[in-house]
């Protein structure tokens, strides 16, 4: 079976910083390797996407391979046929496949069955890549510390989950900051207990949860495929809004990060998100650095 990347925890700490150190040379321009050379790759969407799909794009040709386009309502996974020869058929055809969808098993399917790599673009429960984009972000940005103290406020959502796999294999002194029925998979949260190196606080009071940090992140209340919860979310979680009063708490060199899209006014005060400590959009273009690195390192 081909390596893939259902989760971060597909990976060790130590290919975590190999895939890192990877970016950076790439982004640098110090090598540019072409690993996907008469090759293609199919993206499959069956959520709507900006980054991950015109970032996974343009990496694929970086990468000397050409990307295909497919929605999940063509494909219509797991109903038209099953999940397994739909990745035996695909790797007939593509170098790799990237995903976006709801169901994590059904990414997980595709990798135990395709002879190819498989990317998570994106399920209900994870967004491996943005959260190794966002550490790559992070790490460009703050001076080199043992264990960042990352602020998460807002809905434990599939961008919680992913932090947490991250805090599962790499020291990070990780607080969630949300209302009491927002919490986070439990099961992603224990395994992350269970890394002696990290550690992990849930609290209902967001400053608790921002005091000296060094990264206050947020995401929408409301994800792809929740929206009918919108109004629900909102009410649920509007104190853990990432405004000015929240920053002040923070470190003063703190970095603010949100995965985008941003629902402005909501989860983040335009205020915070177009200031001096936003890095919103190094995060969006690091989408694609780690994507090309992590897509070189699966094809190696
Ligand atoms: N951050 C992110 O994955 O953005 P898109 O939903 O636009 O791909
Ligand atoms: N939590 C958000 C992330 C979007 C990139 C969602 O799943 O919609």
Known sequence: MPRSLCQITDFTAKEIQEIFDLCKKMKSGEIAPKPLADKSVACIFAKE?????????????????????????????????????????????????????????????????????????????????QILGDYFTMTEHLEKKERYKVAYVGDGNNITTSWLN????????????????????????????????????????????????????????????????????????????????????????????HCLPAERGKEITEEVMDGPQSVVFDEAENRLHIQKAIMAYLLQ
């Open 49 to 129: 996407s900006l980054r991950t799909r015109i970032s996974f794009e343009v990496g694929i040709s970086e990468l000397g391979g050409t990307p295909i386009y497919v929605t999940g309502g063509e494909i219509k996974l797991g109903q038209r046929e099953t999940v397994s020869d739909a990745a035996q058929v695909l790797s007939r055809y593509v170098g790799l496949i990237m995903i976006r969808t709801f169901e994590q098993s059904d990414v997980e399917e595709l990798a135990k069955y395709a002879s190819v790599p498989i990317v998570n673009g994106l399920t209900d429960l994870v967004h491996p890549c």
């Open 166 to 257: 991250l805090a599962s294999l790499i020291p990070i002194d990780f607080r969630i900051g949300t209302a009491e029925d927002c919490h986070p998979d439990a099961e992603i949260m224990e395994k992350a207990k269970s890394n002696p190196n990290s550690k992990i606080l849930v609290t209902s009071d967001p400053k608790e949860a921002c005091a000296d940090a060094d990264v206050i992140y947020t995401d929408v209340w409301a994800s792809m495929g929740q929206k009918h919860l919108k109004e629900e979310k909102e009410s649920k979680l509007q104190k853990y809004q990432l405004n000015s009063s929240l920053l002040e708490v923070a470190n003063s060199k703190a970095i603010v990060m």
